[in-house]
């Protein structure tokens, strides 16, 4: 029994060892075929990779594609990007390529170059809008809807664009490149840097830091309201922000905060309030008061002839005169009767007096006499301490 299970043992152990050797080789050959595996996989990249920067993918003749370009032609924007055909399209920087374009063409405000393999090159341009000219040194320069300038020292008036007025044009710099210039002119006035010219193509900028912000800002906000009929903006005193508007209203925003609110009501009152033709003045106050509507004075009566006092008496009645429209925008001929209570009324409710000082006082047919009045200096009126606001 002994013996057997000796043999019997004996048989085992050779069998494990026989396995054992038998995985110990697989595993070699496993490692080998990994390795010759990995060599290949390396030597193929690396063929690939030669093949594909000096064989494969290079720009061929007729592969740049230049989209959204009309000032320029395709072979200016070549030349400038400095493609050439043969180019390789895996080494090629796109960046430096947009760069070189925004940098050297003015007019193209923003550009994406795509790689189009095997062989081509998509090129996408958006070219500069103008959006207002800025007074400069007795003449105009000409800046775009992005904020960079397209043209300086323009002798003639594009009147097809805002004009900016009290701007006090500059060479842009960085915040950075300022910082260290007023350091140096602190340190050595006379050794110090210049101020950097102005160029066309570089961003828009002011002396004065917050005039750009101020700039930016309103004509985004002008864009956003569609409110496109701008003649002139006013930004020499920065607290006190004057549009001309339609060529026959003149926009009173006072300082920068708020632009959003106070142009909106604005738009809105000139929209919605107004009579047809309407020329004055309208003055953004606050929140609460919102905007003062002043008329051009004795130019297009808000009223039919007829004096009223606040407490709603009438005094020194006379016929109205003709040929004017009244505040709803209705023609007045002349020939309205004079009412029982000695108002003229219209029909509305409401009727007038001029004193010729452009003080207008409208008299409620019912008595009440509420006063919208105007004068000279500062457009209040002299009733019940209500101004003609929306």
């Given at each position: 029994m002994a013996e057997r299970y000796n043999r019997a043992a004996g048989t085992s152990g050779v069998s494990r060892a026989s396995y054992s050797g038998a995985a110990v080789r697989h595993s070699r050959r496993r490692n080998t075929v990994n390795l010759y595996t990995t060599i290949a996989a390396a030597v193929t990249a690396a063929l690939g990779s030669l093949l594909s920067l000096n064989v494969l993918f290079n720009l061929s003749p007729t592969g740049l594609t230049v989209n959204g370009v009309t000032l320029y032609t395709p072979e200016q924007i070549q030349q400038i990007g400095g493609l050439v055909p043969g180019q390789n399209l895996v080494r090629l920087n796109t960046e430096f390529i947009e760069r070189r374009l925004t940098e050297n063409l003015v007019y193209i405000d923003d550009v994406s170059v795509l790689k189009d393999y095997p062989d081509g090159l998509i090129i996408n341009i958006t070219e500069a809008v103008p959006s207002v000219q800025i007074e400069y040194d007795g003449g105009y320069c000409t800046m775009s809807r992005s904020g960079r300038l397209l043209e300086i020292?323009?002798?003639?008036?594009?009147?097809?664009?805002?004009?900016?007025?009290?701007?006090?044009?500059?060479?842009?710099e960085t915040p950075e490149q300022k910082e260290k210039r007023l350091e140096a002119e602190e340190i050595d006035p006379i050794g110090a840097p210049e101020k950097p010219d102005i160029k066309a193509g570089m961003p828009v900028a002011s002396d004065d830091d917050q005039k750009t912000a101020i700039l930016t800002e309103l004509l985004e906000k002008l864009d956003k309201l569609q409110m496109d009929k701008v003649a002139k903006i006013d930004l020499k005193n920065r607290i006190d922000i004057k549009m001309t508007y339609d060529g026959r209203m003149q926009l009173e925003l006072g300082s920068s905060v708020d632009l959003d609110i106070k142009l909106t009501t604005i738009k809105a009152v000139i929209d919605k309030e107004l009579p047809e033709g309407f020329e004055g003045t309208l003055r953004y106050n606050t929140i609460d008061h919102s905007v003062s509507v002043i008329p051009k004075k004795n130019d297009v009566p808000l009223a039919i002839s007829g004096r009223s006092t606040t407490d709603g008496q009438t005094s020194d009645s006379q016929a109205p005169a003709a040929g004017y429209y009244d505040e709803n925008g209705v023609y007045h001929d002349g020939s309205e009767q004079q009412a029982a209570d000695g108002?003229?009324?219209?029909?509305?409710?409401?009727?007038?007096?001029?004193?010729?000082?452009?003080?207008?006082?409208?008299?409620?047919?019912q008595g009440y006499g509420y006063d919208y009045g105007y004068d000279q200096n500062y457009g209040y009126d002299y009733g019940y301490g209500y101004e003609q606001t929306w």
């Open positions: 020292g323009e002798s003639e008036r594009n009147k097809k664009l805002p004009l900016v007025t009290g701007f006090e044009l500059a060479g842009y108002y003229y009324d219209d029909g509305t409710g409401y009727s007038g007096y001029d004193d010729g000082t452009g003080y207008y006082d409208y008299g409620n047919d």
